[in-house]
């Protein structure tokens, strides 16, 4: 007799404010996983603008209404990819949801809205959430989120393999092994599509990416890309949020291109 197959959905949303990813997954095993469908649901203006401002102005309120509100969306994500792989609530067996990111300063603290009650209430299922204010509590850093997956999906059994993550931060892993923990190495380099998106926007907001992409390579910006620390150029190990920058403020608007909590090993 087999072993029942493990339906579970993995929710995001990140740094680049672009919207709520969900993907439906079929686990038949700890290093064998199938996607069965994957959805994502774009923020539209007001969204991200309560998001963006959730760091600078928000009241108490602002922001326990936007922790409802992001619930209310992961809620809608879960049920459009359950839609989209033909599967039920009643055949999940856990929803993952790390929440969204307002507040991030390690060692100390890292803070997510979203509401997982929510997702509870409504699936009748096992919601995992909180996963970075634990880590924090552990003593890590709360980020990046992908190093387990990326051991126990990636590695190669013969070769050490490095994967990228260019998410809205992004962040590398070293895999000397497949499904190995030992010797793995990760940690965020830097910002990614957060700086991506931002640097398209302050241009036109209509840019397509036959655009953008030259104008990112230009020999004006690409420059004072290149000059900006890395996290190997220097003994701290960062860990980037929108909180605190290390970046130098060409505009107002910088400090929302990149932020970046860093402590000292």
């Given at each position: 007799?087999?072993?029942?197959?493990?339906?579970?959905?993995?929710l995001?949303s990140?740094?680049s404010?672009?919207g709520?990813d969900a993907?439906?997954v079929?686990?038949?095993?700890p290093?064998?996983a199938e996607?069965?469908?994957?959805?994502s649901?774009a923020y539209d203006n007001d969204?991200?603008?309560?998001?963006?401002?959730a760091?600078t102005?928000?009241?108490?309120?602002?922001?326990a209404r936007?922790h409802?509100r992001?619930g209310?969306?992961?809620l809608?994500a879960?049920?459009q990819v359950?839609d989209a792989?033909h599967?039920?609530?009643?055949?999940?067996?856990f929803?993952?949801?790390?929440?969204?990111?307002?507040?991030h300063?390690?060692?100390?603290?890292?803070w997510?809205?979203?509401?997982?009650?929510?997702?509870?209430?409504t699936f009748?299922?096992?919601?995992?959430h909180d996963f970075r204010?634990?880590?924090?509590?552990?003593?890590?850093e709360g980020?990046p989120?992908?190093?387990?997956?990326?051991?126990?999906l990636?590695g190669?059994?013969k070769?050490?393999?490095?994967?990228?993550?260019?998410?809205g931060?992004?962040?590398l892993?070293?895999v000397?092994?497949a499904?190995?923990?030992e010797?793995v190495?990760?940690f965020?380099t830097?910002?990614?599509?957060?700086l991506i998106?931002?640097?398209a926007?302050?241009v036109?907001?209509?840019?397509?990416?036959?655009v953008?992409?030259?104008f990112?390579?230009?020999?004006?910006?690409?420059p004072?890309?290149?000059?900006?620390?890395?996290p190997w150029q220097?003994p701290w190990r960062?860990s980037?949020?929108?909180?605190?920058?290390?970046?130098p403020r060409?505009s107002?608007?910088?400090w929302?291109l990149?932020e970046?909590?860093?402590?000292q090993?």
């Open positions: 007799m087999t072993e029942r197959a493990t339906f579970g959905v993995g995001m990140g740094t404010l672009d709520m993907a439906l079929r686990f038949t095993g290093t064998d996607l069965v469908a994957f959805v649901c969204m991200r603008r309560s998001l963006e401002e760091i102005s928000h009241t108490a309120a602002d922001l936007l409802a992001l209310h969306l992961a809608a879960c049920q359950l792989g599967n039920t609530p009643a055949q999940l067996d929803i993952s949801f790390p929440g969204h990111t307002v507040w300063e390690p060692p100390t603290v890292s997510q809205l979203g509401d997982p009650a929510i997702l509870a209430e009748g299922t096992r919601v995992v204010a634990r880590d924090i509590a552990a003593g890590g980020a989120l992908v190093p387990m997956a990326d051991v126990l990636f190669h059994k070769h050490p393999r490095v994967l990228l993550n260019i998410g931060m992004a962040n892993t070293y000397p092994s499904a190995n923990e010797g190495v990760a965020d830097g910002p990614g599509m957060a998106d931002a640097l926007r302050e036109d907001s209509d840019l397509s990416a036959s953008v992409r030259p990112a390579t230009s020999p004006t910006v690409f004072v890309l290149m000059e900006w620390p890395l220097s960062a980037p949020g929108r909180s605190s920058d290390v970046c060409r107002p608007k910088w929302c990149v970046v909590d860093a402590i090993e």
